[in-house]
């Protein structure tokens, strides 16, 4: 086997090729995978928005820093012949058992809720995963309920909430992430229609 | 012969989780059902084929100083094709394992063969190691995966197996599981092994 020598100058070479070759490669992929990506993420998103807001024909986003600070929240407005019809909020927690949970909120222009779906989550199998409406129907109890006169807190914490059984931690953190979606949305938008008159619904 | 005996020496005689206990990490992690533990398993086998078939071709023109660097950013390489086409074309399978998919770098199943094989044997050699490598740990994977499924959810591959029970015996779906699952899946490959031999 007529191995190179390891002299300096071999090495810094081959280590040039090596690299560059692996850069010109992935800069490929990267291009050539770059807008299906793109495309799968949307996809994602217009599934998640249009589970939990009444149907719709156009949409309208915008962003809200939420009252408590921390990163702000995606408002997707959606509209049926021009009418408000619902808003889906990209809402967040950090108070997961296993970090940061996002959920999709979605509101009436009222300010009662829709429906929720969770988004992404590092949950426990088995115990933790129950926030996924594929799971376990735990999350349906959102369903049609107005934050201004429930309180979203699990029961232990004197709220209106259903635990889940053994995954009490998660629970409160879907329900934060509920209230902040909920405290952005009165504070930007709930103030707003309630100035102007009664919501068109 | 002799290549068919490389192509199965990867399923019991030196399967790589059971026998010889490599790339325990994604093992161990993400085999919570069949499907991921299928999914993990071929994007491994996809990642070790292609750095295994690059190695092999240009194990001659690395000066062997900086061998290892090379592998690594080889092999770095197709794991990043893996994640991107995973991504673009497998949204489902890559939220269940994305997470994971980066780990496939840190794999010393794939630096080991890298290392131990293919820098030492030529293509066509290289690559039946690759595939009979790749499918043991895709092997063993799916075996681990379907074992803590059935025992933890009662289903395989998504199907229930009793209907209307889905609360199984939830510490094989958690970490402990994974253990004494493996434990015992080393035990089944190690008596196997004793009477092939």
């Known amino acids: ?201 | 012969m002799k290549q068919w005996k490389i192509f199965t020496k990867g399923f019991i005689k030196d399967n790589p989780v059971f026998i010889l206990l490599l790339g325990l990490c994604p093992a161990l992690g993400v085999t919570t059902s069949a499907f991921n533990g299928l999914g993990m398993g071929l994007a491994t086998t996809f990642v070790l084929l292609g750095s295994n078939t690059v190695v092999s071709i240009i194990k001659n023109v690395i000066p062997n100083k900086v061998r290892i660097p090379s592998f690594i950013v080889i092999i770095a390489s197709f794991v990043t094709i893996v994640q991107l086409t995973m991504e673009a074309f497998l949204p489902d399978l890559f939220e269940s394992l994305g997470l994971f998919i980066p780990l496939i770098v840190v794999n010393c199943l794939v630096m080991g063969r890298a290392e131990a094989f293919a820098s030492k044997n030529n293509i066509g050699s290289s690559i039946v190691d690759a595939l009979g490598m790749g499918l043991g740990f895709t092997l063993a994977l799916t075996m681990l995966g379907g074992l803590r499924e059935i025992l933890g959810a009662y289903s395989i591959f998504g199907i229930q197996l009793i209907p209307g029970v889905t609360d199984g015996m939830l510490v094989f779906v958690l970490a402990p599981g994974a253990f004494i699952g493996m434990g015992y899946l080393i035990i089944l490959f190690n008596y196997l092994k004793k009477k092939t031999a």
């Open chain 1, 1 to 201: 086997m007529a191995k190179k020598e390891s002299t300096f100058i071999n090495m810094v070479l081959t280590l040039f090729l090596v690299t560059a070759a692996a850069s010109f490669t992935l800069a490929t992929v990267y291009n050539l995978t770059a807008e299906p990506i793109a495309q799968a993420r949307e996809a994602k998103r217009q599934f998640a928005i249009s589970q939990v807001v009444p149907e719709f024909d156009r949409l309208e986003s915008k962003n809200f820093l939420p009252p408590d600070g921390g990163d702000s929240l995606e408002f997707n407005f959606a509209y049926m012949n021009n009418e408000l019809v619902g808003i889906a909020v990209n809402t967040w927690t950090n108070r997961g058992y296993s970090g940061r949970i996002t959920a999709m909120v979605g509101f009436y222009p009222d300010g009662r809720i829709f429906d929720v779906v969770h988004l992404q989550h590092k949950e426990t199998p088995g115990l933790g995963d129950k926030i996924d409406k594929s799971k376990s129907d735990w999350s349906d109890q959102f369903k049609g309920i107005d934050p201004e006169t429930t309180t979203l807190k699990v029961r232990k914490d004197n709220g209106d909430i259903d635990a889940i059984t053994a995954a009490t931690i998660t629970a409160r953190a879907y329900c934060d992430a509920i209230q902040r979606a909920y405290d952005t949305f009165a504070d930007h938008v709930l103030s707003q229609t309630k100035q102007e008159g009664e919501p068109e619904l």
